[in-house]
């Protein structure tokens, strides 16, 4: 979709500017956050090191097989409505624009809850403060950068996730140097007194199934934001070159980011560790990242890792503001969102998307009446498993695309990028995801009497997106799209 002009001569579509180091480094950003930094001690404190180490590898073959179908559908049609166009094209048009709104308001309430996230991290320095003047700025700047182009934002990206994986990078270094004795902090007993942790207590797989199933969940959140790539193939230089280079280095950073940092921790520290048990994004003192760092003797650890874990909040809000003006743009373009939307100004980028957006982010300024853990949690079951569904749209949308160029005799050595391991990727994804989604909460099935609180809290999104979906259909008659009328036409 490259750049082109209307009749007043104004830009009507996004440019084509971010580079091969812009999408490499948001996928890389998009796979690292504070899931990682903060909610990693949990999974290895419930599931046991092993546990914890199995769920990442697991959840991770399950995110690499969705990017390589991504990046096999988002090579041949690269578009930043995505996987909402895909779902669209290949599975049904209610369905496309159910997966649209649902992506679009996902990351603009995430924004949100990385706004409230960031008054909790601040209030480590500033404790007095009052936080919703960090998020009105914080929430200035993720626009500001947006505003300027699709240049701007991957550059700024770009810098986010360079701190992100440098720390990830020195973490995984020093903790090597303390796991063969070569500094300080790890086990008296050298090598084998680390490795002993993996056998203290129930360990290596401490709380059966149920555990697994729960940190499944926790891993899946974490790993949420891989999928910007799609997003951003849309204003790639090359995106027949870039999607695919993007998407082949995901699995390889997964496992040495998440794998490596988890075998760290559960090596230095034993998942009975009741530090471990704690996941506050407001207190950073108990990330198992400041607890290693600390243990080599590093001073100063706890506000090094405050300043990441900001970096990490910015960066995921910064990404949100991007991917959700982009589907609201894509959505306008498509006539399923108010045409004002599809605007695009001299810069190439949707502004009044852009707008739309930040009024929904504002709800970050609710901490100004409530407390902004309270906010938070809330913010935190709105979006809910937003994230899961547009992951299941793009496993069903694959399976359909490569149904349809089945069905039509399409030749697939002519895809840019094509995805290993068919029928079995998608297919395997989908059933994972699916289990993971509606795992969410199943405690709240297995009580004397069902909390139904909790479930609505949970659950909610699911039927909202089925009644966005059939609610279409039933207003525009739209109908599943038959394999041999699939329209398969890219643009490269």
Not at 222 to 229: A, M
Not at 389 to 415: M, N, P, T
Request: hydrophobic share 50%; with cysteine; charged share 10%.
């Amino acid at each position: 979709m490259a750049a082109d002009s209307s009749s007043s001569g104004q830009p009507s579509a996004l440019h084509r500017s971010l580079k091969p180091r812009h999408m490499s480094m948001i996928a890389i950003g998009g796979s690292i956050g504070t899931g990682l930094f903060v909610a990693s001690g949990a999974t290895i404190s419930q599931a046991g090191p092993g546990g914890a180490l199995l769920a990442y590898m697991v959840v991770g073959l399950m995110v690499y097989f969705l990017m390589t179908s991504l990046g096999e559908m988002a090579s041949h049609l690269p578009v930043s409505g995505s996987f909402a166009t895909y779902g669209a094209k290949y599975v049904d048009e209610g369905f496309g624009f159910a997966l649209g709104w649902n992506y679009w308001y996902n990351w603009a309430v995430t924004i949100a809850v990385d706004l409230v996230a960031a008054q909790l991290v601040m209030a480590y320095w500033f404790p007095e403060s009052n936080g919703v003047l960090w998020s009105a700025l914080f929430l200035a700047l993720m626009v500001g950068l947006n505003a300027l182009s699709a240049k701007g934002f991957g550059e700024s990206e770009f810098w986010f996730a360079a701190i992100k994986v440098t720390t990830v990078l020195v973490f995984i270094a020093v903790g090597l140097l303390m796991i063969l004795g070569i500094l300080q902090g790890g086990a008296p007993e050298g090598l084998w007194g680390n490795i002993a942790n993996f056998s203290a207590g129930d360990a290596p797989f401490a709380g059966g199934f149920a555990a697994l199933i729960g940190v499944a969940m926790i891993v899946g959140f974490s790993f949420q934001g891989t999928e910007l790539i799609g997003i951003a193939a849309g204003e790639s230089e090359d995106p027949a070159r870039n999607v695919p280079r993007a998407v082949r280095k995901v699995f390889w950073r997964i496992l040495l980011f998440y794998v490596f940092s988890i075998l760290i921790i559960g090596l230095l520290i034993p998942y009975t560790d009741p530090q471990l048990l704690k996941n506050d994004v407001g207190d950073i003192s108990v990330s198992p990242f400041t607890l290693v760092f600390e243990r080599a003797g590093l001073l100063g650890a706890a506000a090094v890792m405050n300043a990441v874990v900001l970096t990490s909040v910015l960066s995921a809000g910064n990404s949100g503001m991007y991917a959700s003006t982009r589907m609201l743009y894509a959505l306008a373009q498509q006539g399923m969102a108010p045409r004002l939307f599809a605007h695009v100004n001299a810069r190439g980028v949707p502004i009044m998307a852009l707008v739309a957006t930040t009024v929904v982010a504002a709800l970050c300024f609710l901490t100004n009446i409530f407390s902004p853990q309270a906010v938070y949690i809330w913010l935190l079951n709105l979006s809910g498993m937003c994230g899961f569904v547009a992951w299941l749209g793009i496993a069903i949308s694959h399976y359909r695309f490569r149904k349809g160029c089945e069905a039509q005799g399409y030749q697939l050595d002519q895809l840019p990028y094509r995805a290993a391991a068919f029928p079995f990727g998608p297919i395997f994804a989908f059933v994972l995801c699916l289990v993971i989604t509606l795992g969410q909460n199943y405690e709240a099935f297995t009580k004397d009497s069902i909390d139904w609180t909790g479930v609505i809290a949970t659950y909610i999104g699911l039927p909202l997106f089925l009644l966005i979906w059939f609610g279409y259909k039933w207003a525009k008659g739209t109908r599943i799209v038959r394999y041999e009328e699939m329209d398969l036409s890219g643009s490269r």
